[in-house]
Structures are given as structure tokens and as C-alpha cells.
């Protein structure tokens, strides 16, 4: 099951009686096409009430009781179709704000967990800020060993507790989004992440 927050129009609060300005939306199949039911809007038209306080606002509520909630808005959307058809429940959804973020993001923390990533990062470091005599030096060196230049793995406490940086939290941008350019930035450097959700308290982590 798909899950995005969505924004909903006016009239889904003054004429449908909704209280949710954002809600959590499912994707559901109708045919050949998918919509995106909101699920505040659901439960206020069927006149039902949530299984779990919160989750139609919150995705880490619903990820967190996904085997109670998933197969109840499954059949609760299904039985939403039957008494209004798909674009009844679409026009409701305002489409022209931009996309939102699946949840609200309170803190980042970015680690680095493969050596090979750590060596392939410096290496890029000096490959694109250090004197051009360094850099061909360095590739001198591994293209005759054929081994990765010493100094590009990490050192020894890396090995040892892991290894992350605070991030900025507020820079999140959601898919859809426009990535800003910093005025002041010449050179931008990007990668592809693996982000990892939690939905409840744990302890010891590491």
C-alpha cells in the first residue's frame, strides 16, 4: 500500500464537515487507473471512526500499526468507491499545492557505513579540490598497485563505533521538488541514499 500526505480543498472542510486541512492519503486501483483516497475525508463521509487515533495525519502512526490499519482502509476505501466514484473523492484533493513530505522530519543523521564509499568520497575530494599534481600522483600510485591509496580509508575508530553527521533536517525536499542551487555554491556534489524510517522508540541503536 502506498502512502502520501496530501492537501485537501475548502469545501471538503465547509461542505463535508472534514477537520483536516492535510491528511494521509492510500493510493487505491480503480480499473485501469490508481487514485490517491484521502483518508480523513473517508472516515468523515462513512461517518467511521479510526482504529488508531491519529492515523489519517500521521504516516508513522499508520507505518507503525500497518497490519491493523492497512487491511482497514483497504476495505474501508473499497466501500467509499461504492458510494461515490473516483473523481468525486479526487476533486477534493488540491492538487496545484506543491507536494508535501510524507511526515515531518526532526532529526537527520547521516552515516557512512561502507569502506569502499569512504575511499571512493576522498578520492573524489582530491580529485576535484587538490592540485592536479596531487591527484595524478595518487593515480599513479593505485594504478600501478592496483590498490586503493592508503590514506583514503578511514582511520581506526571508524572501525570501531559508527560513523554519521548531524544534517541539516529542514533541507528535506519531497519528490516533485525543485532542488535550489545555493547562490554561493560552485560546485554541488549529489548521491543516491538509503533512508531508513522509524516509527517507534528503540534503544541502543548502534
Given amino acids: 500500500m ?26 487505491i486501483e480503480t480499473g485501469d487507473t490508481t487514485i490517491w483516497m484521502p483518508l480523513s475525508l473517508v472516515l468523515t463521509v462513512l461517518k467511521v471512526s479510526s482504529p488508531i ?3 489519517d495525519e500521521d504516516i508513522l502512526v499508520f507505518l507503525a500499526n500497518q497490519d491493523e490499519c492497512e487491511p482497514f482502509f483497504e476495505d474501508l476505501c473499497k466501500d467509499a468507491l461504492d458510494t461515490h466514484n473516483a473523481e468525486w473523492w479526487n476533486s477534493f484533493i488540491d492538487h496545484a499545492q506543491a507536494p508535501l513530505l510524507p511526515f515531518d522530519v526532526h532529526s537527520f543523521r547521516d552515516f557512512s557505513l561502507w569502506e569502499s564509499h569512504w575511499a571512493s568520497s576522498a578520492r573524489g575530494l582530491v580529485n576535484s579540490f587538490f592540485p592536479r599534481v596531487v591527484s595524478m600522483s595518487i593515480a599513479a ?19 570501531q563505533v559508527p ?25 554541488m556534489d549529489y548521491e543516491a541514499e538509503l533512508g531508513l524510517v522509524l516509527c517507534d522508540s528503540i534503544i541502543d541503536a548502534s
Wanted: hydrophobic share 40%; charged share 20%.
Fill in 141 to 159: 600510485f593505485e594504478g600501478i598497485t592496483g590498490r586503493t591509496f592508503p590514506a583514503f580509508f578511514p582511520g581506526k575508530r571508524y572501525y
Fill in 53 to 55: 487515533d491519529r492515523v
Fill in 2 to 27: 502506498k502512502l502520501r500526505r496530501i492537501h485537501l480543498l475548502p469545501q471538503a472542510l465547509s461542505e463535508l464537515g472534514c477537520k483536516k486541512v492535510i491528511c494521509v492519503a492510500v493510493e
Fill in 163 to 187: 560513523i554519521f553527521y548531524m544534517g541539516n533536517h529542514a533541507s528535506f525536499l519531497t519528490e516533485g521538488a525543485t532542488i535550489p542551487w545555493p547562490s554561493y555554491c560552485s560546485f
